[in-house]
């Protein structure tokens, strides 16, 4: 029996483990994505890039020696003050000031048009991925208007029914109260303002959107009133 239980614990090799830790000294710096790095190092598919990060799958030896040659410019080891502000400016996740777009329904601006205006760092965000303000009040009072959010991309697009989302599908970008819909492939958008009314209709009124239409969906992981950064 222990034999068997043995022979599933993954080994991480150590050339693993110096790789996750350079991609995330490197990443936005010497590139600027999985989809960049996976073409540089002969990957077929950035997934793979996110199966030894997220995954601890382990990286091939021939492919970390790339990885290295390729960026060893990045990687001469730095003086200790250059060392200490390295690690400073790294430390947390990026904060992405993107605005909404329209009053009525708030779209956000694309993120990756945006360049990070700070970092956040806390105890309990260390899992999550970047950090968007909130703008409006369709989300009130769980969402105040001008509280920044951290937030944890979902990789494997699994949505927990009744959790707040910030999500991007066709042209829209917003967060969402996420609930299960009357169909196995669609969920309900809701909106926990109910109190503003239009005439006799909800100003926020929830809506349908297919499971399959969701291009990006973050985890709303904390939320943080908005600060000087």
């Known amino acids: 029996m222990s034999e068997q ?9 150590p050339e693993t483990l110096e790789f996750i830790i350079l991609y995330n000294q490197l990443k936005g710096k010497a590139f600027n994505g999985n989809a960049e790095l996976a ?5 077929n ?40 502000t390295l690690v400073q400016k790294e430390e947390g996740i990026p904060m992405y000031e993107v605005i909404a777009t329209a ?18 760092n806390f105890p309990g965000i260390e899992e999550c991925d970047f950090a968007l ?3 409006g009040h ?16 979902i990789h494997d697009m699994k949505i927990l029914p009744g959790e707040v989302y910030y999500i991007e599908w066709g ?12 169909n196995e492939d669609e969920v309900i958008a809701h909106s926990d303002n109910t109190s503003e009314m239009i005439g006799n209709r909800l100003k926020y009124a929830p809506f349908v959107i297919k499971k399959s239409e969701i291009k990006k969906l973050c985890l709303v992981k904390d939320i943080h009133k908005k600060h000087n950064h």
């Open 5 to 13: 239980k043995n022979a599933k614990i993954k080994t991480i090799r």
């Open 39 to 43: 073409e540089i190092l002969g990957f």
């Open 45 to 84: 598919s950035p997934s793979s890039i996110t199966e030894i990060i997220k995954n601890r799958q382990n990286i091939d030896p021939d492919k970390f020696r790339t990885f290295k040659e390729y960026y060893k410019d990045y990687l001469d080891k730095p003086k200790e003050t250059d060392r200490k």
């Open 103 to 120: 009053s009525g329904v708030e779209v956000y601006n694309d993120i990756n048009d945006a360049q990070p205006v700070g970092r956040m």
């Open 133 to 135: 303000p909130v703008w």
């Open 138 to 153: 369709s989300m009130y009072p769980y969402l105040e208007n001008g509280c920044w959010v951290a937030l944890k991309i």
């Open 171 to 182: 042209d829209y970008r917003m967060y969402k109260r996420l609930l299960a819909g009357d």
